[in-house]
């Protein structure tokens, strides 16, 4: 009889075991994102892209089936490490991917670099994460906040002006678009003669607006994104200064946002790393498959979201689905060249793309493609000890 139980007992564990080998647990994905809010449509078309670039894979990765985690993080940054930490120890998910805002990006760089979780950034631009918080296991597949800003600071240059003043909501992706765009514009014997912003997601313009007119800079150099991007550009050109003062922007400020803004929009200048007309195969197969998929048109958060989806699926085959192996999961993305809709791109050694800076110009309801402002821009990685 004892023996019996014995067989019974060890033919079950190797059943068990059988059925662990042929149906490894699934891939536990948290994505923290925000679905409400100021940021709520960016937070959604980052979401669309990964999972369609997860279902180009054929919603495997490395033979693991998907599980997502999902957190509104409602670009708030006074939940986010309460938020983060919920996915990493109660949900013990296998990779962070997350967020939009700065200010929750970072808390949730510092839990990624504290308890060694895999991080992919779709988006927030927080210096400091590829920074000097970069860590082997923290990636970014968007941008950096000075990348798009640097280069905006030297076409306002070539574009012949020399006073500007800038607008922005008070916070890290704010202060640090400013940074970037003063950087290059005083490099080059510019001068900025105001910073101004107002306390995210603050959207009560008018004052501000004022206050530019009576400066009659030759430029506004502006980072505003979503929601708070709609109306600033409907009230900078109902407040009659987009006829004498010209609105440039880090080109989040017409992203996603065009069929809202309208006529408003048209004519803006803004330097991104993305842009709606670049006519490549690779970036035209992306935007068919998007359209088809979800019945609306791609922006640069869905491109980001897709290719955080690129960088994780590259990871992941190389450790054979294995997300334990880190060093072996940085070493194949270190060298892999991400097939990116922007363009191709690599990451720098601090894990943060170098790119293609583009110049586009709002026509109807497009970010059409002008030039390139900076070819391969890599962002500086200052603090970075990697
Ligand atoms: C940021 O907080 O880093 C941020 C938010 C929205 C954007 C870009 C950057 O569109």
Redesign the pocket.
Known sequence: MKAHRITLLAACAMAASLSLAQTPAKLKIGLMLPYTGT?AA?GIAIENGFRLQIAEQGGKLAGREIEFVKVDDESDPSKATDNVNKLVKRDNVDVLVGS????V?MAMAKVAKDTGTLLIVP????DIVTGAMCAPNIFRSSFS?WQPAYAMGEVALKKGAKKAVTITHK???GDESVKGFREAFEKGGGQIVKDLSLPFPGVEFQALLTEIASLKPDVVYT?F??GAAVKFVKDYSAAGLKKSIPLYG?G?LT?GTLDAQGADADGLFTTLHYADSLGTPRDNAFRLAYAKTYKMQPDV?AVQGYDAAQILAIGAAAVKGDLSKKAEFASAVEKAKIDSPRGPFMLSKAHNPVQDIYLRQVTGKENKLVSIAIKGLADPARGCKM
């Open positions: 940021y960016l939009v805002h700065s200010g990006a988006n927030a631009g927080a906040n916070y890290a992706a980072f994104a979503g880090a989040f992203d958060y």
